[in-house]
C-alpha cells in the first residue's frame, strides 16, 4: 500500500458553477482533486493514477457513472466512492450503493455533507491498510505464536525450533499423540528462508506399503499394473520447500534405503524410471514411536536414524507441563468462541482445576477437543463452570482434600472447614456443593452467611 501526502478526489461531473465550487472546496480542505468532464477522460485518470475517492454524476456525459465506479474499485477495492444524482434518480442510486459506492448524495450538493463521507471513507481506507499490515505482521510469527505455552519444556522446543530453521538441518521431532508434532514442523518450515515455497505433508503411517514408493518418489507410466500416466512423487513437489514425514517410523526396509539415498545424495529415481532426478528439500520426520528402541530391535536402521535426527526435538507430554493448560485453555476459548459464534468469557476456577489434574492421554488434541465441545454447548454470555464438563471427565473426580478434624475443635469449626473445602473443591458451584454435602441450598447460603466463608 502506497501513502500519499494527500489523498486524491476524482471528482468526475461535466463544467458548471456548482462543479467548480465543490473543487475548490475539495482543495480548501486538503484533498488532491483530479477533474474529469467526461467519461473518457475520467477512466484515464483511473487508470494512470491510484485514486482514494471517487466523486461521479451518475449521468457523466459520454459514460455510465455506475461503469466508472467498478472499474475504480477493480484498481482499488476500498475506493470512497460517491454518486450524484439529479434527483429523481433513487433506484440507479441504490443500484450504486448495492455495487459498492459508499454513499449517494442529491444535487444541490451539500458539500460539508460530502466532506464528512470522504473523511470517513478515508479513515477507514487507512484502517483497512493498517488492518492487513499486522495482519501481513501476525503472519509471519504465526508459526511461533501458535506454538502455546510458557512451560520450561515449550520454550525449550521454541528455541530449538528459531536456531535451527534457517538451516536445511532435518529434524526428528518425537512425541506422543497430540503434542504439537504436526505443528512444530508447520512452524520450522513457516521460520525458514523456503517459507514461501510449498510445505508438503506425507503421512507415512496412512500409506499401504506398496503405494509409499510411489507416493514419495513418483513413478513412471507403466511401472507397474495402473500406472497408466508418470506421477510425481512428494520430493518433487517439494522441491526448494519443506517435506513433511509424519509417522516415520512405519516405514519399511526397502523404502528406508531409498530415503536414506535422498538424503545423502539428494537424488533418486522414479518408481519404474532410469533418470536420476535431483531434489532440494528440506526434510522433517515426526514419530509417536520410540525410534532408538526400533533401530535396537532391529526394526528401523540405524545410519537412517542418524541422518533423520540430526535436530532431535522432543515434545513432553502434556501431563508433564500442566503449567500451559490454563493459557492453552483460554486460547482455545478464544479460537472456537470466534469459530463458533459463542461468547464464552473465560473459565471458572472449579473447572480449571479440574482440566489440570485430568491425565490427558490424548495431550493437546484432546485438551482442544474438549474445549471445543464445551464452547459450543455453552449459550449466552458466561464462563465455562462444571456443568459444562464432558461426563468423561466429571466422573473420574475423586473427594479431593483430605481435612483435618483433630479432636478438641468444635463441631461448628469442622463443619466451616468441610463447607470451605467443598465449595473450593466444587469451584464455588453451590449447587453442586449442595448436593455433594448432601444438604439443601438454602442451608448451604445460610450456612456460608453464618460462618462468613468466602
Ligand atoms: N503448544 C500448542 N499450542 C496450541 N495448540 C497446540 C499446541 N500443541 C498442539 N496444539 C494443537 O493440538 C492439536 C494436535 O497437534 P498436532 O496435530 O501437531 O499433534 P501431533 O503430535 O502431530 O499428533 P499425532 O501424533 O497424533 O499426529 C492441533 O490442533 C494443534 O494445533
Ligand atoms: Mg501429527
Redesign the pocket.
Known amino acids: 500500500m502506497m501513502y500519499k501526502q494527500k489523498p486524491v478526489v476524482l471528482v468526475a461531473d461535466r463544467e458548471s458553477d456548482a462543479t467548480k465550487g465543490l473543487i475548490a472546496f475539495l482543495r480548501q480542505h486538503d484533498l488532491e482533486v483530479i477533474w474529469a468532464r467526461d467519461g473518457e477522460s475520467a477512466f484515464n485518470a483511473i487508470d494512470q493514477t491510484p485514486i482514494d475517492c471517487l466523486v461521479a454524476e451518475l449521468r457523466v456525459p459520454r459514460i455510465d457513472g455506475m461503469a466508472l465506479l467498478r472499474r475504480a474499485r477493480e484498481r482499488n477495492p476500498e475506493v470512497c466512492g460517491v454518486v450524484i444524482t439529479e434527483g429523481a434518480e433513487i433506484e440507479k442510486a441504490v443500484e450504486a450503493m448495492r455495487q459498492g459506492a459508499y454513499d449517494f448524495q442529491m444535487k444541490p450538493l451539500n458539500l460539508e455533507k460530502l466532506l464528512a463521507v470522504l473523511q470517513r471513507g478515508l479513515s477507514h481506507q487507512a484502517l483497512a491498510a493498517r488492518v492487513a499490515e499486522m495482519a501481513g505482521q501476525l503472519d509471519e510469527r504465526l508459526g511461533l505464536e501458535?506454538?502455546?505455552?510458557r512451560s520450561r519444556a515449550?520454550q525449550r522446543v521454541t528455541d530449538q525450533v528459531r536456531a535451527i530453521a534457517s538451516t536445511r538441518a532435518t529434524a526428528l521431532i518425537e512425541?506422543e499423540?497430540?503434542?504439537?508434532?504436526?505443528?512444530v514442523a508447520q512452524a520450522i518450515h513457516q521460520n525458514s528462508p523456503r517459507k514461501h515455497e510449498r510445505f508438503v505433508w506425507v503421512n507415512c503411517g496412512a500409506l499401504a506399503e506398496g503405494v509409499i514408493e510411489s507416493e514419495l518418489f513418483g513413478h513412471e507410466r507403466g511401472a507397474f499394473t495402473g500406472a497408466t500416466a508418470t506421477r510425481r512423487g512428494r520430493f518433487e513437489m517439494a522441491d526448494g520447500g519443506t517435506l513433511f514425514l509424519?509417522e516415520v517410523g512405519e516405514i519399511s526396509p526397502a523404502v528406508q534405503v531409498k530415503l536414506l539415498r535422498v538424503i545423502q545424495d539428494r537424488a533418486f529415481e522414479r518408481v519404474g524410471g532410469t533418470e536420476t532426478m535431483k531434489t532440494d528439500v528440506r526434510l522433517i520426520a515426526?514419530t509417536?514411536r520410540d525410534l532408538a528402541a526400533d533401530v535396537k530391535a532391529g526394526r528401523f536402521r540405524e545410519d537412517l536414524f542418524y541422518r533423520l535426527s540430526v535436530v532431535r526435538i522432543q515434545?513432553p507430554p502434556l501431563r508433564e507441563r500442566r503449567e500451559d493448560i490454563p493459557l492453552?485453555v483460554e486460547?482455545f476459548i478464544r479460537e472456537f468462541d470466534r469459530e463458533h459464534g459463542r461468547k464464552v468469557t473465560g473459565i471458572t476456577r472449579g473447572v480449571l482445576d479440574r482440566l489440570m489434574r485430568h491425565a490427558w492421554p490424548g495431550n493437546?488434541?484432546e485438551l482442544?477437543n474438549t474445549i471445543e465441545g464445551m464452547v459450543v454447548f455453552a449459550e449466552g454470555k458466561r464462563p465455562l463452570d462444571l456443568s459444562d464438563l464432558p461426563d468423561a471427565l466429571r466422573e473420574v473426580e475423586t473427594g479431593g482434600e483430605t481435612l483435618a478434624v483433630t479432636v478438641g475443635m468444635t463441631v461448628e469449626e469442622a463443619e466451616r472447614q468441610l463447607l470451605a473445602a467443598t465449595l473450593r473443591h466444587t469451584g464455588q458451584d453451590k449447587p453442586r456443593a449442595a448436593a455433594m454435602l448432601g444438604i439443601g441450598l438454602r442451608t448451604l447460603y445460610r450456612k456460608i452467611k453464618q460462618y462468613s466463608i468466602h
Open positions: 501458535r506454538l502455546t505455552g515449550v512425541g499423540t497430540g503434542t504439537g508434532k504436526g505443528l509424519d515426526a509417536n515434545m492453552m486460547q493437546v488434541r482442544k
